[in-house]
T-cell receptor, first 113, second 118 residues
Framework: AQKVTQAQTEISVVEKEDVTLDCVYE???????LFWYKQPPSGELVFLIRRNSFDEQNEISGRYSWNFQKSTSSFNFTITASQVVDSAVYFC??????????FGQGTRLTINP | GAVVSQHPSWVICKSGTSVKIECRSL??????MFWYRQFPKQSLMLMATSNEGSKATYEQGVEKDKFLINHASLTLSTLTVTSAHPEDSSFYICSARGQQGARRETQYFGPGTRLLVL
C-alpha cells in the first residue's frame, strides 16, 4: 500500500524566516512520482513540482527548494525568506503504478508579518 | 498551460435536487479526469476516476448512483450529485491528466466547487 505522511499539521513562522515542510512516503513501486501542491484559502490546488523516483537531484525554483532522498523515503520542501503570500496548506502526494494520487494530510503554513 | 476550469464555483440547492458540476481542461486534452471531495481541514479524498468514452471507476464506499460521472470528450467531465442531501455538502475538486509528456504524469486541478445543500 502507498502512504504519504506529513507529520507537521500546522507551522507558524514570522515573515522572512526559512521553513521546511516534511514529507515521508511509503511505496513498493520501483517507479513512482512525488508531488507538492499548494492550496491557498481560495481552495484551488496549485501544482508546484513533480519528481520521478529515478531523479534524486535537488531542485530550486526561486525561494522554493526540494530535497528528495530515497534512502530515507523523504521529499522535503523548503521555503527560504518566507512571505505572507506563502501562507497556505501544502500537500505532498505520491503516484505509483496505479497512477492515482495519494495525498498526505497536509501542512497548514502561516506566515506572520 | 495546463489550465483546468470548474463550473459553478459555488452552488446552494435544496435537499432532493440534483446538481451538475463541470470540469474542463482548457489548453490540453485530458485522457483521464479525477473527482475529489474535501471536507474542511482535511485532505483530498478520491471519489472516482473517469476516462474519456468509458465508465468511471469509483473508489470503495462511493455510491455510483449518487455521484454520476460522465466524460464525454477529452476536455470535459461532469459530476452530477443526484438527490442531494445536506451530508453531500462539501468542496468538490476535479483534476485532469494529459496525454503526453510531463502532463501525462501530473494531475492539474480545477478551482473547486463548494456545494451547500439546505
Amino acid at each position: 500500500a502507498q502512504k504519504v505522511t506529513q507529520a507537521q499539521t500546522e507551522i507558524s513562522v514570522v515573515e522572512k524566516e526559512d521553513v521546511t515542510l516534511d514529507c515521508v512516503y511509503e511505496t513498493r513501486d520501483t517507479t513512482y512520482y512525488l508531488f507538492w501542491y499548494k492550496q491557498p484559502p481560495s481552495g484551488e490546488l496549485v501544482f508546484l513540482i513533480r519528481r520521478n523516483s529515478f531523479d534524486e537531484q535537488n531542485e530550486i525554483s526561486g525561494r522554493y527548494s526540494w530535497n528528495f532522498q530515497k534512502s530515507t523515503s523523504s521529499f522535503n520542501f523548503t521555503i527560504t525568506a518566507s512571505q505572507v503570500v506563502d501562507s497556505a496548506v501544502y500537500f505532498c502526494a505520491l503516484s505509483g503504478g496505479a497512477q492515482k494520487l495519494v495525498f498526505g494530510q497536509g501542512t497548514r503554513l502561516t506566515i506572520n508579518p | 498551460g495546463a489550465v483546468v476550469s470548474q463550473h459553478p464555483s459555488w452552488v446552494i440547492c435544496k435537499s432532493g435536487t440534483s446538481v451538475k458540476i463541470e470540469c474542463r481542461s482548457l489548453d490540453f486534452q485530458a485522457t483521464t479526469m479525477f473527482w475529489y471531495r474535501q471536507f474542511p481541514k482535511q485532505s483530498l479524498m478520491l471519489m472516482a476516476t473517469s476516462n474519456e468514452g468509458s465508465k468511471a471507476t469509483y473508489e470503495q464506499g462511493v455510491e455510483k448512483d449518487k455521484f454520476l460521472i460522465n466524460h464525454a470528450s477529452l476536455t470535459l467531465s461532469t459530476l452530477t450529485v443526484t438527490s442531494a442531501h445536506p451530508e453531500d455538502s462539501s468542496f468538490y475538486i476535479c483534476s485532469a491528466r494529459g496525454q503526453q509528456g510531463a502532463r501525462r504524469e501530473t494531475q492539474y486541478f480545477g478551482p473547486g466547487t463548494r456545494l451547500l445543500v439546505l
